[in-house]
């Protein structure tokens, strides 16, 4: 099983970018899937959760209205839309499933190596 997160890059304040996590050897319908981020010298958190079917969705307040996650089961693929993107959204962002949706780092089993999102002022 892999998961592969791509998409990310260097940005303005204000700017936007859509990060994409392939997976392979897992399908996307039967797990819920998690963005979380990792900036430097802090602990990885969580950024935004979709449910397996893809018709729940939950956000941290820092970027609730301004990111969107997504996935299209039918091909393996999941999405966080990010827009209005702030210096402090700066971080490595990482995708992971789960077996069911969750908010907690702890209940996803499988990652992503991380792709780097840089916001400059």
């Known amino acids: 099983v892999q998961l592969q997160a791509s998409g990310g890059g260097l940005v303005q304040a204000g700017g936007s970018l859509r990060l994409s996590c392939a997976a392979s050897?897992?399908?996307?319908?039967?797990?819920?899937v998690g963005w979380f981020r990792q900036a430097p010298g802090k602990e990885r958190e969580f950024v935004a959760t979709?449910?397996?079917?893809?018709?729940?969705?939950y956000y941290a307040d820092s970027v609730k209205g301004r990111f969107t996650i997504s996935k299209d089961n039918a091909k393996n693929m999941a999405y966080l839309q990010m827009t209005s993107l702030k210096p402090e959204d700066t971080a490595v962002y990482y995708c992971a499933t789960s077996s069911s949706i969750s908010v907690e780092r702890g209940r996803y089993d499988y990652w992503g190596q991380g792709t780097h999102v840089t916001v400059s002022s």
């Open positions: 979709i449910s397996r079917s893809g018709s729940v969705t």
């Open positions: 050897g897992r399908t996307f319908s039967t797990y819920a």
